[in-house]
């Protein structure tokens, strides 16, 4: 495998040996974009056809993916484009259009500094509500005071009552088999799954230690029970949850895991990221219900038709 990431228009595969130039760069992009870690992109190379291309050699990246829906009537994939770091110029995006449909998760960072620019040259920026980031407040998912989180709370004590002798561990490789327990678990109980994210969650614990991934795992009667995995990602200000699996019998663990994990993160992470929806409305329900302080919100760009 080559480790070199070659100039556009040429593109590899995104590898692992990868990791090394694009890590670096990655982590000091200051938005929170969730997708943008080298975990976040790796994890999901097979699903999305993920190719990386540098915008120049001492410049941004360039990630060319497809989308993994079949449509029905049989069309093509629909192919886009994103640039974690910083906008192309002029010539280069009008020659990723050519070659694919669109450019998805602009972040406000790399979108402010072209926007008028660009817009004046047939760019159409949107809203990409679907694939807002949701961000909590670390200190309020931790203590979950107030009226707001009335609800939240007694489904946390009720799992404190119900299971007094429960026990949180910090992840490490050690512990990685018994999460692959509970993963496997929650994938013969998941009532909809359909394939999910399960490969990608189990190959994170497969690779933790690479990944210098972050987590819990919580135990119930000494059983493995539930666990989350995440990384510090907007220079450190922000924790973005990448995975999170429970078993579904003991009830209130996933309240319970949410609340304890958020205790137990270090005080100078500000903001807790747990993702987007990407459109399902029961998920967007659901994460609305921990009463978000915000989102890292996103753009799609489209070339208007000459």
Not at 137 to 142: I, Q, S
Not at 208 to 225: I, R, T
């Amino acid at each position: 495998m080559s480790r070199q990431i070659p100039c556009y228009p040429d593109y590899v595969p995104l590898n692992l040996e990868h990791r090394e130039i694009l890590h670096p760069r990655l982590s000091l992009t200051a938005d929170g974009v969730s997708e943008f870690t080298f975990a976040g992109l790796y994890l999901f190379r097979d699903r999305y056809n993920y190719r990386v291309s540098r915008i120049s050699i001492d410049g941004g990246f360039i990630i060319s993916g497809e989308q993994p829906e079949h449509s029905s009537h049989g069309d093509r994939k629909k192919t886009f484009f994103m640039t974690p770091c910083e906008a192309p110029n002029w010539d280069i995006l009008v020659s990723l259009f050519e070659t694919h449909d669109y450019w998805k998760n602009i972040s406000e960072s790399v979108l402010s500094p072209v926007q008028k620019e660009f817009e004046e040259r047939g760019i159409v920026f949107l809203e990409d509500r679907n694939n807002f980031d949701y961000l909590y407040y670390r200190k309020d998912l931790a203590q979950l005071t107030g009226k707001k989180f009335h609800k939240k709370k007694n489904h946390v004590n009720h799992f404190l009552k119900t299971y007094p002798n429960h026990e949180q561990r910090q992840m490490n490789a050690a512990l990685v088999p018994l999460a692959i327990e509970v993963l496997d678990r929650w994938r013969q109980n998941a009532v909809l799954y359909n394939d999910g994210d399960y490969a990608a969650a189990r190959e994170a614990l497969d690779m933790f230690s690479f990944f210098s991934l972050q987590g819990s795992l919580f135990f119930v009667d000494g059983k493995p029970a539930a666990y989350c995995l995440g990384e510090s990602i907007a220079r450190g200000r922000m924790f973005a949850i990448h995975f999170e699996k429970g078993i579904d019998e003991y009830k209130g663990i996933y309240q319970f895991m949410n609340k304890a994990f958020a205790e137990s993160l270090p005080r100078f992470f500000t903001w807790i990221n747990r993702e987007q929806d990407l459109g399902d409305e029961g998920l967007r329900q659901s994460k609305m219900t921990y009463r978000p302080c915000g989102f890292v919100q996103k753009y799609m760009g489209i070339k208007e038709k000459s």
